[in-house]
């Protein structure tokens, strides 16, 4: 099978397995005890925080582990919102976030917080100067997708950054969860308050990820108990999962390189979609390299996927959170799709090392798949 599903979750590598195993089995005591073992275990869970520090040039006090893009989000979110709520109680996001940023809105909605949500224009781009518009003096937070999970549009983070030191008072949570090891952003500029980071999207651990938090940056917990991640995620820590996410940032930073080669990959698969009448491309060639949007008139995504699972290749629909429920995606009708394209849409999605080869398969199973189709339809 060739797997085409990498913004859902990604392989994990093997010397991120390998980390994990060792960490689980030979340092296994918990970090806050005070014995030898415990204290060995808490040099290992410092030094992955460390390194974390080090490859994105913050300061290792603003590494706080979680347990993934969810929970990073959610804590940035409701954190700056329970924390300034005396400053004021206006959030601005867009229409086309990740679920977990949503809901979190949606919920801080239902206590008495207003919430603002950026359209976007048809590549799925929010504009700087409608940003600039919406602040008012009781927003107290800007929470924004670098990289969108479903379409690849790139939001201008470092711009919007620029802006928002002008405004001190405002926080800036950035969802890099798709982003990080393919494009970059500016990780240590002022302007940037909080980033989330996912394990299992970079060849790492579902389960891991770590939030990124300023130092100028309050939180307020979302769950209370022991002091463990300075207060702001107690628990006693998952310490081979923080050694493995170390792993596996510093491997995709690495494998960042390779990135560039994909341009010409989704390229490719562009080119053959552009050749079928029926076809309708929902991602913006300016946009991200690894994903690929595209809808086939009168064809119901789960068939498609089917299909192309019967032909060895794995895709999928919109954000894996949220693929099972039969609707139309949020994030093309935001774009101003039409309801036939957004409820059919079928996303391809590529790592690093994606070769040549396997987006060769994957035309030639589109090209099976299209001619047995167009036989039925006529």
Do not use: W
């Amino acid at each position: 099978m060739i797997y085409l599903d990498n913004s859902a979750t990604t392989k994990p590598q093997d010397d991120v397995l390998k980390a994990f195993q060792t960490v689980a089995t030979k340092y296994f005591a918990n970090p806050s005890s005070i014995h030898r073992m415990g204290g060995e275990v808490e040099e290992l869970l410092e030094k992955s925080r460390t390194q974390i520090a080090s490859l994105l040039g913050v300061d290792r006090h603003e590494v706080i582990y979680t347990s993934g893009g969810t929970e990073s989000n959610n804590l940035a979110i409701k954190g700056v919102a329970f924390q300034y709520q005396n400053r004021g109680s206006h959030i601005i996001t867009s229409q086309i976030e990740h679920p977990s940023v949503l809901e979190a809105c949606r919920h801080l909605e239902k206590v008495g917080y207003e919430v603002t949500y950026l359209p976007v224009n048809r590549k799925g781009e929010v504009s700087v100067e409608q940003l600039k518009k919406v602040i008012r003096k009781d927003t107290i937070l800007v929470t924004l997708m670098h990289v969108n999970n479903e379409i690849g549009s790139v939001q201008p983070i470092g711009e919007i950054a620029n802006v928002l030191q002008d405004y001190p008072k405002v926080m800036f949570h950035v969802d890099h969860v798709q982003g990080f090891g393919k494009i970059s952003i500016p990780y240590n500029h002022k302007g940037i308050d909080l980033i989330t980071i996912s394990g299992h999207k970079i060849h790492g651990l579902k389960g891991s990820g770590c939030l990124i938090k300023k130092g100028q940056v309050n939180l307020m917990p979302l769950q209370h108990g022991g002091s463990q991640e300075d207060g702001y995620r107690p628990g006693t820590q998952n310490v081979a999962n923080a050694v493995a996410l170390a792993k596996a940032m510093r491997l995709s930073m690495e494998d960042a390189k390779n990135y560039h080669q994909l341009k010409s990959l989704k390229q490719t698969i562009i080119n053959e979609l552009q050749s079928y009448k029926k076809v309708m491309i929902n991602s913006s060639e300016t946009g991200a390299h690894h994903i690929i949007n595209f809808s086939v008139q009168n064809f119901k995504p789960e068939v498609l996927i089917h299909a192309f699972s019967d032909e060895g290749i794995v895709v999928s629909t919109k954000s894996a959170c949220s693929s099972r429920q039969n609707e139309a995606s949020h994030v093309l009708l935001a774009c101003g799709k039409a309801e036939s394209d957004a409820s059919t849409a079928v996303r391809v999605s590529m790592n690093n090392h994606q070769t040549k080869e396997d987006i060769e398969a994957f035309i030639q199973a589109f090209r099976n798949i299209m001619s047995k189709y167009e036989k039925i339809m006529g």
